[in-house]
Protein backbone atom coordinates (compact mmCIF):
# COMPACT_ATOMS: atom_id res chain seq x y z
CA UNK A 1 0.00 0.00 0.00
CA UNK A 2 1.44 3.15 -1.16
CA UNK A 3 1.85 6.43 1.28
CA UNK A 4 -1.40 8.70 1.73
CA UNK A 5 -1.27 12.55 1.17
CA UNK A 6 -2.95 14.58 3.72
CA UNK A 7 -4.05 18.12 2.94
CA UNK A 8 -5.75 20.85 5.03
CA UNK A 9 -7.77 23.51 2.83
CA UNK A 10 -9.96 26.78 4.21
CA UNK A 11 -11.45 27.33 0.58
CA UNK A 12 -12.10 31.03 -0.48
CA UNK A 13 -16.03 31.05 0.11
CA UNK A 14 -16.18 29.40 3.27
CA UNK A 15 -15.55 31.05 6.50
CA UNK A 16 -12.02 31.08 7.45
CA UNK A 17 -11.05 29.81 10.81
CA UNK A 18 -7.81 29.65 12.56
CA UNK A 19 -8.73 27.03 14.75
CA UNK A 20 -9.96 24.08 12.32
CA UNK A 21 -9.79 23.00 8.51
CA UNK A 22 -12.92 23.38 6.82
CA UNK A 23 -11.62 20.31 4.51
CA UNK A 24 -9.37 17.80 4.65
CA UNK A 25 -8.73 15.63 1.75
CA UNK A 26 -6.82 12.45 1.84
CA UNK A 27 -5.39 10.69 -1.38
CA UNK A 28 -3.01 7.61 -2.26
CA UNK A 29 -4.69 5.32 -4.12
CA UNK A 30 -8.56 6.60 -3.80
CA UNK A 31 -9.56 10.23 -2.57
CA UNK A 32 -12.02 11.03 0.38
CA UNK A 33 -12.82 14.76 1.09
CA UNK A 34 -14.16 15.21 4.71
CA UNK A 35 -16.10 18.04 5.45
CA UNK A 36 -15.83 20.02 8.61
CA UNK A 37 -19.40 20.41 10.93
CA UNK A 38 -20.81 23.15 8.33
CA UNK A 39 -23.30 25.62 9.98
CA UNK A 40 -25.10 28.88 8.49
CA UNK A 41 -22.03 31.04 8.28
CA UNK A 42 -21.46 32.81 5.72
CA UNK A 43 -17.79 33.63 4.48
CA UNK A 44 -17.32 36.70 6.40
CA UNK A 45 -18.44 34.89 9.46
CA UNK A 46 -22.28 35.95 9.68
CA UNK A 47 -25.24 33.68 10.83
CA UNK A 48 -27.16 33.46 7.36
CA UNK A 49 -31.69 32.66 8.46
CA UNK A 50 -30.91 33.75 12.14
CA UNK A 51 -34.64 31.74 13.22
CA UNK A 52 -35.29 30.47 10.03
CA UNK A 53 -34.33 27.03 9.49
CA UNK A 54 -34.88 27.25 5.35
CA UNK A 55 -32.14 29.70 5.02
CA UNK A 56 -29.84 28.36 7.25
CA UNK A 57 -30.29 24.83 5.85
CA UNK A 58 -29.40 26.73 2.38
CA UNK A 59 -26.84 28.34 3.51
CA UNK A 60 -25.15 25.00 4.98
CA UNK A 61 -25.74 23.47 1.69
CA UNK A 62 -24.06 26.35 -0.38
CA UNK A 63 -20.94 26.28 2.21
CA UNK A 64 -21.05 21.87 0.97
CA UNK A 65 -21.11 22.64 -2.29
CA UNK A 66 -18.19 25.05 -2.03
CA UNK A 67 -16.08 22.76 -0.20
CA UNK A 68 -16.61 19.94 -2.94
CA UNK A 69 -16.32 22.13 -5.45
CA UNK A 70 -12.61 23.29 -3.90
CA UNK A 71 -11.61 19.49 -4.82
CA UNK A 72 -13.49 19.30 -8.45
CA UNK A 73 -16.29 17.40 -6.30
CA UNK A 74 -20.03 18.37 -6.37
CA UNK A 75 -22.95 16.19 -4.44
CA UNK A 76 -22.53 13.50 -7.01
CA UNK A 77 -19.89 12.51 -5.00
CA UNK A 78 -21.83 12.05 -1.63
CA UNK A 79 -22.46 9.10 -0.06
CA UNK A 80 -25.43 10.25 1.61
CA UNK A 81 -27.85 13.28 0.67
CA UNK A 82 -29.82 13.62 3.48
CA UNK A 83 -29.35 16.27 5.44
CA UNK A 84 -29.74 15.75 9.37
CA UNK A 85 -32.38 18.16 10.09
CA UNK A 86 -33.10 18.12 13.93
CA UNK A 87 -36.45 19.13 15.68
CA UNK A 88 -36.68 22.46 16.11
CA UNK A 89 -39.25 24.81 18.27
CA UNK A 90 -41.74 25.83 15.56
CA UNK A 91 -40.93 23.78 12.59
CA UNK A 92 -43.17 21.87 10.98
CA UNK A 93 -42.40 18.67 9.32
CA UNK A 94 -43.78 19.84 5.86
CA UNK A 95 -41.04 22.73 6.23
CA UNK A 96 -38.33 20.35 6.52
CA UNK A 97 -39.77 18.32 4.06
CA UNK A 98 -39.69 21.39 1.55
CA UNK A 99 -36.14 22.22 2.62
CA UNK A 100 -35.19 18.75 1.98
CA UNK A 101 -36.82 18.36 -1.47
CA UNK A 102 -35.96 21.83 -2.46
CA UNK A 103 -32.14 21.00 -2.34
CA UNK A 104 -32.32 17.92 -3.95
CA UNK A 105 -34.57 19.20 -6.64
CA UNK A 106 -33.32 22.61 -7.58
CA UNK A 107 -29.88 23.32 -5.98
CA UNK A 108 -27.19 21.19 -5.70
CA UNK A 109 -27.95 18.14 -7.71
Known sequence: MGRLKVKHSNPKGLHDSKFYSQVVTVSG????IYIGGQNAINAEGQLIGKDDL???T?????????ALASENATFNFFRQKSPNLKECAGCSPMSRWEVNVGWRAKDFC
Open 29 to 32: HGKT
Open 54 to 56: ELQ
Open 58 to 66: KQVLKNIGT
